[in-house]
């Protein structure tokens, strides 16, 4: 089960696409005034490939897990290994699919659908949390996105099944999308409530064909900034109660993005075969520091680039090193101050940020001059010349 729902996430995330909206612009003399310096470096005693995925700020640990989610590891600041774990598909706390994997309250935690999120502890199940009704999922989350306020859990909506799936359909895009991105779980009663939707005046919503919601996001205080992935796009809500109140939609000034190419409802069918031709830009995380949000994406391939590519033969190393990741830079008033900040070619995503207000990111063995044995986490520091 595991491998044909890992090639159906890179499947997804290569075809599930969105539309890209109007850009704002960027003053031309900010573009490069910020850059990321290497600090220090993390080497975790473990031969073999993992990526870095989540950080807990309480523990000041960090967590990796293998393409699958079915293995990890904790580890500390030194990079000592606290923990190193693989889940069982068999016994009274199997994990059948491991489609989204990261910290809850320092516990690390899967999503394991039907079942929900189960908590773990040292290796030990301690919890869980279920989704109390029949729901669907076809591709697994980048990032856990599981929160709690007050007396309410939150975490991305999976679709219900009563859901229709016809991928050859504009219909069931639209109906997709006007579901709620994020849903609010009561800790007492289990009772359920959409928490959060995307505005009506996202051309996401459009009568026209977008692809997959694969929503990463990101808490500030009580401000929630909202990815949707395929577009150059933040949107911004703010708490109240118990939903999300959207605020404004942010355009992120991305020289050279890629754009998808949307389609009408009656040519649904059209959709995959026309964005397969290149690599769309992916915005693949929003991150918090003190002083800045980062916008973290790769800009992504045209036709002729991925064509010049060719058929993969390296694992998709060849891919990775001409679409890498860069970073937009804003301000905590989502003034954009940089776009394209480079991001060491080496650098595997997610990428997180610790209690130092550090980038950390996990790197990516084949693209690299240099051998290690063994995982290595590198800490990047935002430096504005």
Same mark, same amino acid.
């Given at each position: 089960?595991? =491998?044909?729902?890992?090639?159906?996430?890179?499947?997804? *995330?290569?075809? !599930?696409?969105?539309?890209?909206?109007?850009?704002?612009?960027?003053?031309?003399?900010?573009?490069?005034? &910020?850059?990321?310096?290497?600090?220090?470096?993390?080497?975790?005693?473990?031969?073999?490939?993992? @990526? *870095?995925? /989540?950080?807990?700020? +309480?523990?000041?640990?960090?967590?990796?897990?293998?393409?699958?989610?079915?293995?990890?590891?904790?580890? /500390?600041?030194?990079?000592?290994?606290?923990? =190193?774990?693989?889940?069982?598909?068999?016994?009274?706390?199997?994990?059948?699919?491991?489609?989204?994997?990261?910290?809850?309250?320092?516990?690390?935690?899967?999503?394991?659908?039907?079942?929900?999120?189960?908590? &773990?502890?040292?290796?030990?199940?301690?919890?869980?949390?279920?989704?109390?009704?029949? =729901?669907?999922? &076809?591709?697994?989350?980048? +990032?856990?996105?599981? #929160?709690?306020?007050?007396?309410?859990?939150?975490?991305?909506?999976?679709?219900?099944?009563?859901?229709?799936?016809?991928?050859?359909?504009?219909?069931?895009?639209? !109906?997709?999308?006007?579901?709620?991105?994020?849903?609010?779980?009561?800790?007492?009663?289990?009772?359920?409530?959409?928490?959060?939707?995307?505005?009506?005046?996202?051309?996401?919503?459009?009568?026209?064909?977008?692809?997959?919601?694969?929503?990463?996001?990101?808490?500030?205080?009580?401000?929630?900034?909202?990815? @949707?992935?395929? $577009?150059?796009?933040?949107?911004?809500?703010?708490?109240?109660?118990?939903?999300?109140?959207?605020?404004?939609?942010?355009?992120?000034?991305?020289?050279?993005?890629?754009?998808?190419?949307?389609?009408?409802?009656?040519?649904?069918?059209? #959709?995959?075969? $026309?964005?397969?031709?290149?690599?769309?830009?992916?915005?693949?995380?929003?991150?918090?520091? $003190?002083?800045?949000?980062?916008?973290?994406?790769?800009?992504?391939?045209?036709?002729?680039?991925?064509?010049?590519?060719?058929?993969?033969?390296?694992?998709?190393?060849?891919?990775?090193? @001409?679409?890498?990741?860069?970073? %937009?830079? #804003?301000?905590?008033? &989502?003034?954009?101050? !940089?776009?394209?900040?480079?991001?060491?070619? %080496?650098?595997?995503?997610?990428?997180?940020?610790? %209690?130092?207000?550090?980038?950390?990111?996990?790197?990516? %063995?084949?693209?690299?001059?240099?051998?290690?044995?063994?995982?290595? *986490?590198?800490?990047? +520091?935002?430096?504005?010349?």
């Amino acid at each position: 089960m595991k =491998h044909n729902l890992s090639y159906l996430f890179t499947f997804t *995330l290569t075809v !599930a696409l969105f539309s890209c909206g109007k850009q704002s612009s960027v003053d031309s003399s900010e573009k490069k005034s &910020f850059s990321f310096e290497i600090t220090d470096s993390l080497q975790v005693d473990y031969l073999g490939e993992m @990526m *870095l995925l /989540d950080y807990d700020p +309480k523990a000041e640990k960090y967590l990796l897990a293998t393409n699958s989610y079915y293995e990890y590891l904790e580890v /500390d600041e030194q990079g000592k290994i606290l923990n =190193h774990n693989s889940f069982s598909e068999d016994g009274i706390n199997a994990v059948g699919q491991a489609l989204g994997l990261g910290y809850f309250n320092g516990d690390v935690t899967v999503f394991n659908p039907p079942k929900g999120y189960y908590r &773990f502890q040292d290796s030990t199940k301690v919890g869980e949390v279920n989704i109390p009704y029949p =729901h669907q999922v &076809f591709m697994m989350y980048p +990032k856990l996105g599981m #929160f709690e306020s007050g007396d309410k859990i939150y975490y991305p909506k999976p679709w219900p099944e009563s859901l229709d799936v016809n991928l050859q359909e504009g219909e069931f895009y639209q !109906a997709l999308l006007h579901l709620p991105i994020i849903e609010a779980q009561d800790k007492a009663s289990g009772d359920t409530l959409g928490a959060l939707r995307l505005p009506e005046s996202s051309p996401l919503l459009e009568d026209e064909v977008n692809g997959f919601p694969i929503p990463v996001y990101s808490m500030d205080g009580d401000k929630l900034l909202l990815s @949707m992935w395929f $577009e150059p796009t933040i949107y911004v809500y703010n708490k109240v109660g118990d939903k999300f109140e959207y605020e404004q939609t942010v355009s992120v000034d991305i020289p050279d993005w890629v754009p998808t190419t949307s389609v009408p409802l009656d040519q649904a069918e059209q #959709f995959f075969a $026309e964005n397969q031709k290149k690599v769309p830009g992916n915005l693949t995380n929003i991150l918090v520091t $003190e002083e800045y949000y980062l916008a973290i994406y790769n800009r992504g391939l045209t036709e002729a680039q991925k064509t010049a590519l060719g058929s993969p033969t390296d694992g998709g190393l060849s891919r990775r090193r @001409m679409n890498p990741n860069f970073a %937009a830079v #804003f301000d905590k008033n &989502f003034n954009q101050l !940089a776009s394209n900040v480079p991001i060491p070619i %080496a650098s595997n995503f997610p990428m997180v940020v610790n %209690a130092d207000g550090e980038l950390v990111v996990s790197k990516i %063995a084949g693209l690299s001059e240099t051998e290690d044995d063994g995982i290595v *986490l590198y800490k990047l +520091k935002l430096t504005k010349k």
